[in-house]
């Protein structure tokens, strides 16, 4: 089992950065691909970032690419997200996701899942 939660969300201008944290339990958390997701007002759920077990290999969004980036730390067993240059379009409630096998972009094969951090890009 694995427990994941989020945090580091907040109310921040555009332009500026800000970064996420998924702090996990579980023993197995360093073999799992941990992957972002967010949501915002009235839209899907969609894929931000992933990261496999290792930290060696990275996935990013188009909208998110260059802006955006995941990394883990293994040892403390937590995945953050760095995000840069935010815009009103960043809005959204991020959340993360863990799972052992799938390592793909749909929020529904993703076992493991947190309860979301609110960002919200305002001037």
């Known amino acids: 089992q694995v427990q994941l939660v989020e945090s580091g969300g907040g109310l921040v201008q555009p332009g500026v950065s800000l970064r996420l944290s998924c702090a996990a339990s579980?023993?197995?958390?360093?073999?799992?691909?941990i992957a972002w997701f967010r949501q915002a007002p009235g839209k899907e759920r969609e894929f931000v970032a992933a990261?496999?077990?290792?930290?060696?290999?990275?996935y990013y969004s188009d909208s998110v690419k260059g802006r955006f980036t995941i990394s883990r730390d293994n040892a403390k067993k937590l995945v953050y997200l760095q995000m840069n240059s935010l815009s009103p379009e960043d809005t959204a409630v991020y959340y993360c996701?863990?799972?052992?096998?799938?390592?793909?972009?749909?929020?529904?094969?993703?076992?493991?899942r947190g309860q979301g951090t609110q960002v919200t890009v305002s001037s």
């Open positions: 990261i496999d077990w290792s930290g060696g290999s990275t």
């Open positions: 579980g023993r197995t958390f360093r073999t799992y691909t």
């Open positions: 996701a863990a799972d052992p096998i799938y390592g793909g972009r749909s929020w529904a094969e993703y076992n493991y």
